[in-house]
């Protein structure tokens, strides 16, 4: 009970608890979020958000659910029965028998609204929607057979008209076969358990079968024919050459592979073995003749293969066999003999096999190795196939073929097609091909081929006008003209800045394209070479459009004359040529014997001293770099005779040498010299001269002089000229001088060296001289 009451305001809760009411013929959801009608509750629809409406202790009794029934047999009636149902009726069964059953189901009355009141057959436990029945009419007299041990049956009516119902009885199905048998009949049919011949009814899931064919006879041969082979997706029947071992398989054969319509052992047993899925949605299946023999088969279909002994697995039989297979093309509807063609897949025969193609009394051909024959016709519908061979061969070939019906003639082609061009007319494997008038395009295939049971692969094509549609877009361009869409149009392009097009045009083609596809490409000129001796010192934009490539000469003494040193990205995508080059910007020294330039390089119009070594003189003593980068003047170095100089030896005899002099003192007197400056370090040869200065030991006493002389290099010293040199304190006179005096480096005094550089080309070159008056005691190279 619910309602309202007024007390007093202090005595009030904090807060109210209160639900909706529904009215009569609703029902309230468990959640009290709303009234529903309650015809909607147990209705499979929720209707409630917590789904309390569809729960099955919210469901009000039905008396028609039976529960589990696992009896053999019995009988279903709907609510009512032999009256009207009522409306919104809800029923289920469950019928479950042992593994392995089918349970069989009789319509003996059944009468519902069409559309509305709905019977569904659930065949196994979670069958997907493929595998459920709906019944919603008369199916009176009907039988179903399930491919399962259990069948569900749901009945719901709704709430409007009402009919009479029905009468199901219900029987396990005892036509299942026992499917691992071995046969040694000569021969017989066999096929999977549950095959009626029929359409409507198919073979059973989780099944496992062997069928074993045997010839009694050690070197016989055992022969199968598939008169019919429909198996459901994930089944597989696979065939043994023998026993059923890895290395004796023929083949896998499924709903994607179909078997040959005949095969032939190598050995007397071929074996059989059928599987079908635990889920398997089953088929009509298939049905096999043997016989003990591969002699007289008889086909008779529109289209099929035949093999010879051991084709697939290599293995040819124990002794010389004769097979002959009689091939008849079935009459069409009309009436009419069909002709057909046999096509010989594959020939792998040895030097004495013979295939004989006869049709009724007359031979049409003999096959051997040698020949070239693929394809024979049978005019007459029939044609008779021999592989014999003689007792004495011991080894043997084998072949494959096929043979089929031919297509029917394709008329009613299209106008717009050209006349189509076939391989071999209607006949089995013929290729036709197809092409359009100008201005049109294949709408469809551009071939067809004749395939098995005298079927065209693909409905001829037909034509239509060729566009080239959409108008394409360009990527980073747009479109400049256009003439128009159909074939052979053309459209011309630009592109943005920085982009180039890859063609001058593109063309509408037969394929319905724009070809060449219209494209735009980056203008990217690459990194820049060396140019006219120059490198890059700098990119304005990197390698793109414009960008600017500043250039420097390579040898760091030149500079570049001419244009500017620059070079641009150009719109082709190439650098730009230049005008400019690189070339030397001064003059240099180079070596000069006995002196030197001042400056290792000078530039244009720039003046350099010339500096001779002591002992000669520079003539002239300066020169200039002129505008073509030549020195003025060859500069010179002339020795200097310092015996002109009068007195230059006193109490002695002046001898002038390359570079120097020498005094010969008179007897008495050994040399001397001194500086008319108080500093030693002048570089003026005047400041220096020798004289003779009297010895005042006595002629008993060794005299160290100590004395070192200064020599030049490379210049000759007369050979016969005696000179004085200190030898161990000892004087000595006698003393040759060699004229080819090295270069003297001092053990300890490195003060007395001085050095003169020269550079030329970037290669250094030092050679030492000593101060005046002094040589070194080691030589060098």
């Known amino acids: 009970m619910f309602g309202w009451a007024i007390d007093a305001c ?3 809760k904090p807060f109210l608890c209160e639900t909706i009411a529904c009215f009569e013929g ?24 917590d789904n309390s409406d569809e729960q099955k202790q919210n469901c009000p009794p039905n008396e028609c659910v039976d529960g589990l029934r696992t009896s053999p047999s019995g009988e279903i009636f709907s609510p009512g029965f032999p009256n009207s149902y009522a409306s919104n009726t809800k029923c289920e069964w469950r019928l479950q028998l042992g593994q392995g059953s089918r349970i069989a189901l009789q319509f003996n009355v059944f009468d519902l609204e069409p559309l509305h009141d709905v019977l569904l057959i659930q065949d196994g436990e979670s069958a997907s929607l493929a595998d459920e029945q709906r019944y919603s009419d008369t199916k009176t007299g009907e039988k179903w057979i399930s491919k399962s041990n259990i069948v569900i049956l749901k009945f719901t009516s709704d709430d409007k008209l009402e009919r009479q119902g029905f009468h199901i009885s219900y029987t396990l199905d005892t036509s299942i076969q026992n499917c691992d048998r071995i046969f040694e009949d000569f021969s017989g049919n066999f096929s999977p358990p549950g095959y009626y011949g029929s359409d409507f009814v198919t073979y059973a899931p989780d099944q496992r079968c062997n069928w074993i064919i045997r010839n009694p006879s050690p070197n016989g041969i055992v022969s199968i024919q598939f008169s019919r082979f429909v198996i459901a997706e994930g089944d597989i029947l696979r065939l043994y050459d023998g026993l059923a071992v890895s290395n004796s398989t023929i083949g896998d054969f499924s709903s994607e592979v179909q078997p040959p319509t005949s095969i032939s052992s190598s ?14 949605r089953g088929a009509v299946g298939f049905v096999i003749h043997y016989q003990q023999s591969c002699e007289g ?6 289209s099929g293969s035949i093999e010879s002994p051991g084709a697939r697995t290599g293995i040819a039989p124990r002794s010389p066999f004769s097979c002959s297979w009689d091939l008849e093309a079935p009459q069409n509807t009309d009436g009419e003999t069909q002709e057909f063609i046999l096509y010989f897949d594959s020939l792998n025969l040895r030097d004495q096999d013979r295939i004989t193609v006869s049709s009724g009394t007359s031979a ?24 014999k061979i003689a007792p004495e061969r011991t080894v043997w070939g084998s072949f494959t073929a096929s043979f089929s019906i031919d297509c029917p003639t394709l008329n009613g082609l299209s106008d717009l097609l050209k006349e189509p061009v076939y391989t071999f007319g209607n006949e089995y494997l013929s290729v036709v091909q197809f092409a359009c008038q100008a201005g049109y395009v294949i709408q469809g295939v551009s071939s067809i081929m004749c395939v098995a049971g005298g079927k065209w692969s693909a409905e001829p094509p037909n034509c239509k006008r060729a566009y080239c549609l959409p108008v394409p877009t360009v990527d980073k361009g747009y479109l400049l003209s256009i003439t128009g869409l159909q074939l052979d149009d053309r459209l011309t392009y630009g592109c943005e800045y920085g982009y180039r097009p890859l063609h001058t045009e593109s063309i509408c083609t ?7 596809n219209p494209a735009c490409q980056l203008i990217d000129c690459g990194t820049p070479k060396p140019y006219h001796e120059a490198i890059v010192m700098q990119l304005s934009n990197g390698t793109r459009l414009n960008s600017r490539a500043l250039y420097k000469c390579s040898r760091m003494t030149a500079q570049t004359f001419g244009a500017p040193p620059y070079r641009f990205c150009q719109a082709n995508g190439m650098w730009s040529e230049a005008n400019f080059h690189c070339r030397e910007t001064a003059c240099f020294a180079y070596p000069l014997p006995h002196g030197r330039f001042d400056q290792i390089s000078e530039s244009v119009f720039g003046q350099t001293t010339v500096i001779a070594d002591r002992g000669f003189q520079a003539r002239p003593s300066s020169v200039v770099c002129n505008e073509n980068l030549m020195w003025s003047e060859i500069p010179t170095i002339e020795d200097v005779n310092e015996c002109l100089t009068p007195n230059r030896c006193s109490n002695g005899a002046c001898q002038n040498l390359i570079g120097t002099y020498n005094c010969a003192c008179q007897k008495g007197y050994v040399e001397q010299w001194t500086s008319n400056n108080s500093s030693t370090n002048a ?7 020798y004289y003779c200065n009297k010895n005042n030991t006595n002629n008993n006493t060794n005299t160290n002089i100590n004395k070192k002389y200064y020599y030049t290099n490379n210049n000759n010293i007369n050979t016969n000229k005696k000179y004085y040199y200190s030898n161990n304190n000892n004087y000595n006179i006698n003393i040759n001088i060699n004229i080819n005096k090295k270069y003297y480096y001092p053990n300890n005094n490195n003060n007395n060296i001085h050095f003169t ?19 070194s005691n080691l030589c060098y190279n």
């Open 10 to 12: 202090d005595t009030s």
């Open 757 to 775: 550089s020269y550079r030329y080309d970037n290669y250094p070159n030092r050679k030492p001289h000593c101060i005046y008056g002094f040589v």
């Open 510 to 516: 037969s394929s319905k394209k724009w070809e060449p």
């Open 26 to 49: 609703e029902w309230r959801c468990n959640d009290s979020s709303k009234c529903i009608n309650d015809k909607a509750r147990c209705d499979g629809i929720q209707d409630c958000d």
């Open 267 to 280: 050995s007397p047993i071929m074996t059989v073995y059928f599987r079908s899925a635990e889920n398997s």
């Open 364 to 387: 049409l051909n003999s096959i051997d190795p040698s020949s070239s024959t693929r394809r024979i016709r049978s005019k007459n519908g029939i044609l008779t196939v021999s592989f």
């Open 297 to 302: 088969q008889k086909i008779s279909v529109e």
């Open 683 to 689: 570089n003026n040869n005047n400041n220096y001269y």
